[in-house]
């Protein structure tokens, strides 16, 4: 055989074994290991202490917990649970619950369930919607749980609840309708701008009366403005109450008091 083509040979069998040799071992290389996925986890929250229906649920009372995925998934759980928006109002327990027991959110009554108001309401008393717009609300924002009073604008010569410009000073006064009703729920709407009118928010103050009172507000409603202020808790009829002689010092006007109502002669 030629002598170059063996030299060639020979030394291509000699790069083969010395690039062989300067490759890195396989297991000369550092092990590779593979990281778990992390444990999946919830956050669930139960009770310090028992729970009456209706009975409400505060903050302190409750223990926010962190489970397994396969345990809470055996009690229901496929996420985290939280507490729904009160905006300023309260969550009630929906059934009676023990101290320990997981707070589902069928168990609780928040301000966006449709029988909201048949918990926070009192037995013999009745809801009653008040719509009012921004600035007939006095003293600031009015908010579930507070004591407001119903004043009435009123005129002996007009109906003062269909119209907004009082024509005569005679027969005009201001006096308390109510005093001290419970506010159970406050709603707001925002009522977008018209070519004739300017953007506005109403808002419709839900208040717990007696049927009584019930019958005082349908009528009010009909023949006077009505204004709500907070409740202060120590005003008598005679300081929440004017007429015309009050503000106009050459008209005199006769204020006769009765009980809590206030009728100008």
């Given at each position: ?9 020979a ?8 690039y062989?040799?300067l490759?890195?071992n396989?297991?000369?290389q550092?092990?590779?290991t593979e990281t778990?996925?992390p444990?999946v986890v919830y ?12 009975e409400?649920?505060a903050?302190n ?14 009690m229901?759980?496929?996420k ?7 905006h300023?109002?309260v ?5 009676t619950l023990?101290a320990?027991?997981i707070?589902y959110?069928?168990?609780?009554v928040?301000?966006q ?11 013999n008393?009745i ?5 009012v717009?921004?600035?007939?609300v006095?003293g600031?924002?009015?908010?579930a749980?507070?004591l ?10 007009q109906?003062?609840a ?6 005569s000073?005679?027969?005009v006064s201001?006096?308390?309708v109510?005093m001290g ?7 707001q709407?925002r009522?977008e701008a018209?070519r004739?009118q300017p953007?506005?928010?109403d ?11 019930v019958?005082?507000m349908?009528i ?10 907070k409740s202060?808790?120590k005003s008598?009829?005679k300081?929440?109450s004017a007429n015309a002689?009050?503000?106009?010092d ?5 204020t006769e008091f009765?009980?809590?109502?206030a009728?100008v002669?």
């Amino acid at each position: 055989m030629n002598s170059k083509l063996l030299s060639l040979i020979a030394f291509v069998a000699i790069a083969i074994g010395l690039y062989g040799l300067l490759q890195p071992n396989d297991s000369d290389q550092p092990a590779q290991t593979e990281t778990a996925p992390p444990d999946v986890v919830y956050k669930v929250i139960t009770l310090k202490s028992a729970l009456d229906r209706g009975e409400t649920i505060a903050r302190n009372n409750l223990i926010i917990e962190t489970w397994p995925e396969s345990k809470a998934n055996q009690m229901g759980i496929d996420k985290d649970m939280a507490l729904p928006e009160t905006h300023g109002e309260v969550l009630l327990a929906r059934r009676t619950l023990a101290a320990g027991d997981i707070l589902y959110p069928d168990a609780v009554v928040s301000p966006q369930s449709q029988d909201y108001l048949d918990y926070v309401t009192q037995d013999n008393r009745i809801p009653f919607p008040l719509e009012v717009s921004s600035t007939s609300v006095v003293g600031g924002a009015v908010r579930a749980g507070a004591l407001v009073d119903i004043m009435a604008l009123a005129s002996t010569d007009q109906n003062l609840a269909n119209e907004t410009t009082v024509r005569s000073f005679r027969g005009v006064s201001l006096a308390p309708v109510l005093m001290g009703v419970k506010v159970l729920k406050v709603a707001q709407s925002r009522q977008e701008a018209t070519r004739n009118q300017p953007a506005s928010t109403d808002t419709t103050l839900i208040l717990e009366l007696t049927r009584k009172q019930v019958a005082t507000m349908t009528i009010a409603k009909r023949i006077a403005q009505l204004e709500v202020h907070k409740s202060l808790g120590k005003s008598s009829p005679k300081d929440m109450s004017a007429n015309a002689g009050d503000v106009l010092d050459d008209y005199r006007a006769i204020t006769e008091f009765r009980a809590d109502t206030a009728v100008v002669k």
